[in-house]
């Protein structure tokens, strides 16, 4: 959840998604000997369809179709109307054109719940988008609400509003955590500061590697598959860590509706 357009958010799920899905189990196969994805990012973010655009995949079925469709999601379905990355990453965005209308909670909820049951991982991006306007299901049910934020005074301040509107919501609770992007560590109030001045605890801090990442962007690919030491990518170990690729519907998962589920026991290395 970016507390406000521009800290990076969309950038930093990307690479995520990428990584969860390469680390996972292996995907199970379909009777038609298909690899079926195991980790879906819906893209829910503004601008509407950032990071299917820094993954460089497209497609034609969109949320808002997916709502309408919940009843009919199936592995054919996710196989054939969703777009994939090369990773094998599942993508599931808002149309660029779309009104950014908010869906009536049982929509969302039962999308959902529909995802929940074919998909071992839900990682979803809300950058720039008001508290107001994110769909609450997602909210109420994810088992983590990491805040992206920077050092930066507008970011701050964002970052305050953004809590504010979360407890209003009922929604400040112990599944929040900080992570500064963008971060120096003389360029303001350190990263331990902050987390206790808002009160939150300290998840990861990520480097500035803006000029990095943009490079990688326009070459249409994603900063790990260039350059797999690079200070950004080793500092997403921390949320790496937090994230377990698990098997759609398994006991381990029900309680449901977990996005970016801590189970531990997540291994990942650096190559």
């Known amino acids: ?126 950058g720039g988008l008001p508290v107001g306007a994110a769909p609450l299901p997602l909210l109420r049910s994810a088992g983590q609400i990491w805040l992206v934020a920077d050092q930066g005074i507008g970011s701050l301040v964002s970052l305050d509003a953004t809590l504010r509107e979360l407890e209003r919501l009922g929604l400040r609770d112990g599944r929040l955590s900080l992570i500064i992007n963008r971060y120096g560590e003389y360029e303001g109030a350190s990263a331990a500061q902050l987390a206790d001045r808002f009160k939150l605890p300290l998840l990861a801090t990520l480097p500035e590697r803006t000029s990095a990442l943009r490079s990688c962007t326009n070459r249409g690919q994603l900063l790990h598959q260039i350059a797999s030491r690079d200070l950004y990518v080793r500092a997403l170990r921390p949320l790496l860590e937090k994230m377990q690729v698990g098997s759609a519907g398994t006991p381990a998962l029900t309680g449901w509706k977990r996005l970016l589920p801590h189970l531990g026991g997540f291994r990942w290395t650096t190559r």
């Open 1 to 126: 959840l970016g507390v406000r357009p521009g800290v990076g958010t969309s950038t930093l799920v990307a690479h995520l998604g990428a990584l969860a899905m390469a680390s996972g189990p292996e995907p199970a196969k379909s009777e038609a000997g298909e690899a079926s994805s195991q980790v879906l990012l819906l893209d829910l973010g503004r601008p509407f369809g950032d990071v299917a655009l820094y993954l460089g995949v497209d497609g034609d079925f969109h949320y808002d179709d997916a709502l309408r469709s919940a009843r009919r999601i199936d592995p054919i379905l996710i196989r054939t109307a969703l777009a994939h990355h090369s990773s094998g990453l599942a993508l599931l965005s808002q149309a660029a054109e779309a009104s950014g209308t908010q869906a009536v909670d049982t929509e969302a909820g039962m999308l959902i719940d529909r995802l929940r049951d074919h998909f071992g991982l839900l990682l979803c991006d809300l």
